[in-house]
C-alpha cells in the first residue's frame, strides 16, 4: 500500500521561508513522478508543482514559480517543496501526490492523473 507522509508545515511570517517533505512507501519511489498540490479553505485544489522520476523535469504552478524549487532524494525516498518569500496567499494545506505509472518522463500537472495522495501539511502565513 502506497504511503505518502507530509511534514515541515506551520505558521510563519511573510517573507519567511519554509521546507515542505514527503516521505514516501509502498512502491518503488524512484520511478514515480512526485507533485505538490495545494488548496486554501473555499478554493479548489492548485498545482504547485511537479518531478519527474529522474529529478529532471520540473514544473511549477504560475502562483509559485520563481518562488518555490521541488526536488527528490530517491535514496531517502523523499520529495521536497523549498518555499521562499512566503505570501498571505500561501496560506493552504499543502498535498503530496505519486501516481501509479512508472518512469513517465514528462509528469501531469493534474490532480486528477495522481492516485495517491498523503494527509496533507497545513502552511499558514502572516502578514
Known amino acids: 500500500q502506497v504511503q505518502l507522509v507530509e511534514s515541515g508545515g506551520g505558521s510563519v511570517q511573510a517573507g519567511d521561508s519554509l521546507r515542505l517533505s514527503c516521505a514516501a512507501s509502498?512502491?518503488?519511489?524512484?520511478?514515480?513522478?512526485m507533485g505538490w498540490f495545494r488548496q486554501a479553505p473555499g478554493k479548489e485544489r492548485e498545482f504547485v508543482a511537479v518531478i519527474n522520476w529522474s529529478g529532471r523535469i520540473t514544473y511549477y504552478g504560475d502562483s509559485v514559480k520563481g518562488q518555490s524549487t521541488i526536488s527528490r532524494a530517491n535514496a531517502k525516498n523523499t520529495v521536497y517543496l523549498q518555499m521562499n518569500s512566503l505570501k498571505p496567499e500561501d496560506t493552504a494545506v499543502y498535498y503530496c501526490?505519486?501516481?501509479?505509472?512508472?518512469?513517465?518522463?514528462?509528469?501531469?500537472?493534474?490532480?486528477?492523473?495522481?492516485?495517491?495522495w498523503g494527509q496533507g501539511t497545513q502552511v499558514t502565513v502572516s502578514s
Open positions: 509502498g512502491r518503488t519511489f524512484s520511478s514515480a513522478a
Open positions: 501526490a505519486t501516481d501509479s505509472k512508472s518512469y513517465i518522463p514528462y509528469p501531469s500537472v493534474l490532480a486528477d492523473e495522481y492516485d495517491y
